[in-house]
């Protein structure tokens, strides 16, 4: 019984794996491109993306 306990612990970690991947490669697919105008204490900031 704790071979089968030790297959679905190994099944659901890649799973949760998979769907963190996921999520992180969508958000970095939604960060608009061009460029970032940023204005704080240490002064203007141009960045391209």
Avoid: F
């Avoid at 190994?10 to 999520?23: Q, R, S, T, W």
Wanted: glycine letters at 14%; proline letters at 2%.
């Amino acid at each position: 019984m704790s071979r089968n306990n030790g297959l679905y612990l190994i099944i659901g970690a890649l799973a949760v794996a998979v769907i963190g991947l996921g999520m992180y490669v969508y958000q970095e697919e939604q960060k608009p491109d061009g460029v970032e105008l940023t204005i704080g204490q240490n002064g203007v900031s141009i960045e391209e993306n």
